[in-house]
């Protein structure tokens, strides 16, 4: 087997994999979208119902990358499919900070919920595992999609995390405020990531590049 066929034959399968981990990434967003927008409601959390919204984003970017990698040259439609990912950063970041100021100029104070906190400490830990696989993934293919969309993974973690804390911190000490200074935190990581798919940074290398250096006789 050349060089060149094996570099296809492990392209098939990194582009299997990504396909396998954003439908994994979709289906647990979409149920994540339902409970935690169900739960915020029922405990007037706007924070909460945010992070359900969050969840929305989070499914439109994974989708985006879903439907490049169905294409025949995914390639193609790696410039488009960043502009998608950043519009979804720029989405993220303009409504957690909008609920986040309206949470802390009107001293909203949710109600305890533990099903909120359930959820959110779900997603603490499934999402960095998410994240990881498509950014390895990414990174070995050389897609700034897939790299692209697993930090928008990442920064839903860190948004599950920020949620969590605040929760807990209202239901403990009634710190009603610890929710939206946090979240103010993550729109800045979030517009930052948005800048970055927009210019297409994604910090991807691709495997094929990689072995085309290698046989290069001149290096």
């Known amino acids: 087997m050349t060089i060149a066929s094996r570099t296809g034959d492990r392209r ?3 582009q299997r994999r990504i396909r396998w981990i954003v439908a994994a990434t979709i289906g647990y967003n979409l149920v994540e979208a339902i409970v935690a927008i169900g739960a915020g409601a029922a405990a007037s959390s706007g924070a909460l119902v945010a992070f ?7 499914v439109m970017s994974a989708a985006a990358v879903a439907w490049q990698f169905t294409r025949r040259d995914p390639e193609r439609w790696e410039k488009g499919t960043l502009r998608v990912i950043a ?13 986040s100021l309206m949470t802390l100029i009107g001293r909203v104070e949710a109600e305890h919920t533990t099903l909120g906190m359930v ?15 498509e950014r390895r993934a990414g990174r070995e293919l050389g897609s700034a999609t897939a790299v692209a969309d697993s930090k928008q993974t990442l920064i839903c973690t860190y ?12 239901s403990l000490f009634g710190w009603w405020w610890a929710d939206a ?6 729109a800045g990581f979030a517009i930052r990531e948005g800048f970055e798919a927009w210019r297409g940074d994604a910090c991807a290398t691709s ?10 006789p001149r290096h």
Do not use: C, R
Request: overall charge negative; cysteine-free.
């Open 181 to 186: 200074v946090a979240g103010l935190v993550i």
């Open 119 to 133: 959820i959110t400490a779900l997603s603490v830990i499934v999402m960095p595992f998410l994240s990881l696989a």
């Open 159 to 170: 948004l599950s995390a920020a949620v969590l804390v605040g929760l807990v911190l209202n």
């Open 87 to 99: 519009v979804a950063f720029f989405a993220l970041a303009v409504y957690v900070t909008a609920t």
């Open 52 to 58: 359900g919204l969050d969840s929305t984003v989070e």
């Open 12 to 14: 098939q399968v990194l």
């Open 207 to 216: 495997v094929g590049m990689i072995l085309e250096d290698d046989e290069d």
